[in-house]
């Protein structure tokens, strides 16, 4: 079994040693339990919020909610979150409790707790387990602490946490707690977009990521609505073994684990409802989603509070999704310098993701992408000119030969693309020579 961190049993150890009983608890248990390394740790205790101050006295100690009993302590440069036992109130709001009043009892500490596998504790005489967290740990089951309704009225965000612990964890949702997933739903609408993007964002990038989304399409449509109409809507092509939303989230599966890859996956055919069309023989097109597709997906990234770079990175990929790769010297130079190295890369990724979740086996067109790859490798290992920076001459040059105002920037630009594709060499006597010839001289 993995070990907890011995800074963190130091922590216990100052408590109990005040008379206090203390536990760890939570996600860092459920962690050694299954033998993965806590990232980080909280702790429970009989002692209030003032004397938790004095038994950690010396050490370095921030009030992180000392109203609500938590402190953090940090022991040699671990902080761990200390919290007195406590039980809570209504919850009005359906995220914060209404009051909370602090006990003596570890149980009635742990029964407030959201999941069975999050509602264990440790100390040194050994793990408290009052609602069968091992045992659900070694089914890989997610269950909810007593009702599964009550907890999410509670707490509508634990919705989304459970399903995020079934995909972090590979589990499958208890058959009460998924089904009360999918009743109280609806209930997300009373949590902040920055505390959903947040909790989505983690969903998207754990390991079952694609199982659970494709059990739960309606816990997708709720964070992003314009999802829906994807959902189970046939293609009509003998090109896509899979309705949209399937499609989508096969191809999610795809690309590496990251929050701009995921959500670029997930959202990359977003536009395709509202451009369906069938012609004569039955065929389904979709012209100008991906245009369509980037205008929805700026709607709904905008929605989740997503920051700027970060939005406007996965809108480029949604629009650019369908760009035509061509294995030449003067398409990847091109677009290594129209997009950048990473975004180039990442576009790569996605459109062979979005080939491969056709369901139909290889994608013819893995060879001629990967070629292309491989010269975009080439580019950069010869330290091509890829960016303004790059190139050999300034606006200042471009000013002595005689431009001005916005032709400066046109002149630059034209010369960027010129070199960037390999029509002609980053030279300065080359590149004067072209400037003069734009001024017109």
Request: hydrophobic content about 40%; charged content about 25%; proline content about 5%.
């Amino acid at each position: 079994m993995t070990a907890f961190d011995p800074r963190a049993l130091a922590v216990l150890d100052r408590l109990e040693h005040a008379g206090h009983q203390a536990v760890l608890v939570g996600g860092c248990v459920r962690d050694v339990l299954l033998g993965v390394l806590p990232h980080d740790y909280d702790a429970a205790t009989s002692a209030p919020p003032e004397e938790i101050l004095a038994a950690c006295a010396g050490l370095r100690c921030v009030e992180t909610g000392i109203t609500h009993g938590t402190v953090t302590v940090l022991y040699e440069g671990l902080p761990v979150e200390v919290t007195t036992f406590r039980r809570e109130g209504a919850y009005s709001d359906h995220r914060h409790p209404d009051n909370v009043s602090f006990t003596s009892s570890l149980e009635e500490d742990l029964k407030r707790r959201d999941f069975t596998v999050n509602a264990m504790a440790w100390s040194r005489t050994g793990l408290v387990d009052l609602f069968g967290g091992q045992g659900d740990l070694a089914a890989g089951i997610i269950r909810c602490v007593g009702a599964p309704d009550q907890r999410f009225q509670e707490d509508a965000l634990r919705l989304l946490r459970g399903l995020r612990l079934a995909a972090q964890l590979d589990f499958s949702l208890h058959p009460d707690t998924a089904a009360a997933i999918r009743r109280c739903l609806p209930q997300l609408s009373l949590v902040a977009w920055e505390r959903i993007q947040a909790e989505f964002v983690r969903l998207l990038c754990s390991p079952a990521a694609g199982r659970v989304l494709l059990d739960f399409p309606q816990a997708a449509a709720q964070v992003i609505p314009e999802l829906s109409p994807c959902v189970g809507f046939d293609q009509h092509s003998r090109h896509h073994r899979y309705d949209i939303y399937t499609h989508s989230v096969k191809a999610l599966e795809l690309v590496p684990p990251t929050p701009v890859l995921r959500l670029a996956a997930l959202l990359h055919d977003v536009g395709k409802p509202l451009c369906f069309s069938l012609d004569e023989q039955g065929e389904g097109h979709f012209y100008n989603h991906p245009q369509v597709g980037a205008r929805l997906a700026e709607r709904a990234l905008a929605r989740l509070r997503t920051d700027t770079a970060t939005r406007e990175r996965i809108v480029l990929l949604v629009e650019r999704h369908h760009l035509s790769v061509e294995p030449t010297r003067r398409w990847v130079g091109r677009w290594l310098s129209r997009l950048g190295e990473e975004i180039f890369f990442q576009l790569m990724a996605l459109q062979r993701a979005d080939g491969l979740a056709c369901g139909h086996g290889a994608d013819q067109r893995e060879e001629e992408r990967q070629q292309t790859e491989n010269l975009a490798r080439q580019l950069l290992q010869e330290q091509c000119c890829l960016t303004l920076k790059d190139l050999v001459v300034d606006g200042r040059d471009a000013m002595a030969a005689g431009l001005k105002g916005p032709d400066i920037g046109r002149a630059l630009g034209e010369l960027l693309e010129g070199a960037a594709e390999g029509r002609f060499p980053n030279e300065r006597a080359v590149l004067l020579y072209l400037l003069e010839k734009m001024a017109g001289k």
